[in-house]
């Protein structure tokens, strides 16, 4: 499996912007389907924002959608979440994923995890 290890996590303002980057490891990276979920104290993990294999398709989950944008670099190895316009309520931990689909939306289909970075948003 592919090892995935998330940086550029931090404490910022609100309305502030933040870039964080995944950097995989492991067999081609290019075959796995990306994703970046988030998890609040006492939540459930939720989607994020998801990009296809080759980078050309992108999803996000509404409360990010237009503030948050996701990229991968596949010479690089690399998976990115844009974050602008920060609130108070983007406050978690931020986990990259990986997933032998495509894409997806749905937490059980990525089988390997990142380690988290913490994202902290003071209002």
């Known amino acids: 499996q592919v090892q995935l290890v998330e940086s550029g996590g931090g404490l910022v303002q609100a309305g502030d912007s933040l870039r964080l980057s995944c950097a995989a490891s492991?067999?081609?990276?290019?075959?796995?389907?990306m994703g970046w979920f988030r998890q609040a104290p006492g939540k459930e993990r939720e989607f994020v924002a998801a990009v296809t294999r080759g980078g050309g398709t992108t999803y996000y989950a509404n409360s990010v959608k237009g503030r948050f944008t996701i990229s991968r670099d596949n010479f690089k190895n690399t998976v990115y979440l844009e974050m602008k316009s920060l609130k108070a309520e983007d406050t978690a931990v931020y986990y990259c994923a990986a997933t032998n689909s495509t894409v997806s939306k749905q937490r059980f289909e990525y089988v390997t995890w990142g380690q988290g970075t913490q994202v902290t948003v003071s209002s």
């Open positions: 492991g067999r081609t990276f290019s075959n796995y389907g």
